[in-house]
């Protein structure tokens, strides 16, 4: 672990030049959503600030998170964690486990006591004493309590620590909770997703460990740089919404020429992420990408919505710009309106596409 250590120092440490310390910088403040001119106070706290302590738990989940995490490209994931930050307990990404690993974990909760991160992926099962996710032997909710008392900020990665998740779905056998439901009182984040953008969680780490203080922060506590535009927003099928040209199933010409999927159940409209900016495996893809409507994964609540191929009834079309700020006043007062005006586009594109379709003679009305 490369704790006590600047950035800098490990730089020089492992022989690194002042040059590629210097692109790193650069890296981190395109990833943390600064503007250049902020490079030189990231080249000056990455001088100066030792790494971040991290301290990274596992609840009730399928993993999905640290998957998506392990496949971080800018930064590699490898970079992240042997460069960047310092893992000082992972139960998934160790090698280490058993009596000397928990060891370990009590100590250093102990030592870096008001000074590590706390990164929760994973819901908090309740029920029968939390007995439904243990970890070393111990319900996760007792190793959850411990750790986050003595942590200087909280990441409720992924939306099953940030909500519930799916593990809350009804009628929620395990009495599943979200992270913020069990611990308060320390600074929280929300990187909701399921799973999330893995260079999310490093900007957020990073914006914390350099900064002292985690990025400004939308309404429901998450990052407003991250999650303040609707997929939407952002949707390189947006045009075909515009224009009235849409998927109605599948298998139809509309879905394999690309077309918008709002009509097959997408929820973007209604969903707060950056997956239309930043995607997966440097900016490969994403859900709607590979041909499937987001899910609104990022949404608290999404698990329970039984209905994922029906068309979102109520969008608020008119809200192009709305931010997650303001999306609730927006939203009430054009919701019915939008609805009904995109639905009357629909049908004059449609009929405008008939039309073309038909012989000259036949047009004419
Ligand atoms: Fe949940 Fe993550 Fe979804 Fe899975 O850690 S947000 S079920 S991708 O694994 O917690
Ligand atoms: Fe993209 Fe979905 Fe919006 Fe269509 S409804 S433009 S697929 S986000
Ligand atoms: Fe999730 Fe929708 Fe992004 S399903 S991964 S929020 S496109």
Not at 185 to 205: D, F, L, R, S
Request: include cysteine; charged fraction near 20%.
């Amino acid at each position: 672990m490369q704790t006590n250590n600047s950035l800098w120092e490990l730089f020089q440490k492992r022989g690194l030049s002042r040059r590629s310390f210097l692109k790193t910088c650069a890296m981190i403040t395109g990833l943390l959503g600064l503007s250049p001119l902020k490079c030189t106070e990231v080249v000056a706290a990455a001088e100066e600030k030792n790494l971040p302590v991290v301290i990274w738990l596992h609840g009730h989940e399928c993993t999905g998170c640290d998957e998506s995490f392990l496949r971080s490209q800018t930064p590699l994931a490898s970079d992240v964690i042997l460069n960047m930050i310092s893992v000082e307990y992972d139960d998934c990404l160790s090698a280490a486990a058993g009596e000397p690993f928990e060891q370990h974990f009590k100590e250093i909760i102990e030592k870096y006591a008001g000074q590590y991160i706390l990164a929760v992926e994973g819901g908090v099962p309740l029920a029968e004493n939390g007995i439904y996710c243990m970890v070393g032997g111990r319900p996760f909710v007792t190793v959850l309590k411990e750790a986050a008392a003595g942590a200087a900020a909280i990441v409720e990665y992924g939306s099953c620590s940030a909500w519930g998740g799916i593990q809350s779905a009804k009628p929620n056998p395990t009495n599943t909770v979200a992270v913020s439901q069990i611990v308060g009182g320390t600074t929280i984040v929300k990187v909701p997703g399921c799973p999330p953008i893995p260079e999310v969680m490093t900007a957020v780490i990073m914006h914390f460990a350099l900064f002292g203080q985690l990025p400004p922060l939308d309404t429901s506590g998450r990052p407003k740089q991250f999650y303040g535009n609707r997929i939407h927003d952002t949707c390189y099928r947006r045009p075909f919404f515009d224009s009235g040209m849409f998927a109605e199933r599948f298998d139809d010409a509309g879905a394999k020429a690309g077309w918008c999927l709002y009509k097959v159940g997408c929820r973007g409209p209604a969903t707060y992420n950056s997956c239309g900016n930043m995607r997966w495996w440097n900016g490969l893809s994403y859900p709607i990408q590979s041909g499937h409507g987001c899910i609104g994964c990022s949404n608290n609540g999404f698990w329970d919505n039984d209905q994922f191929y029906e068309r979102l009834p109520n969008i608020p079309i008119s809200a192009t710009i709305a931010n997650a700020d303001t999306i609730g006043a927006v939203a009430t007062g054009v919701a019915v309106a939008g609805v009904v005006a995109h639905g009357a586009l629909s049908v004059v594109e449609k009929y405008k596409r008939q039309r073309q379709s038909k012989p000259e003679e036949e047009r004419r009305p």
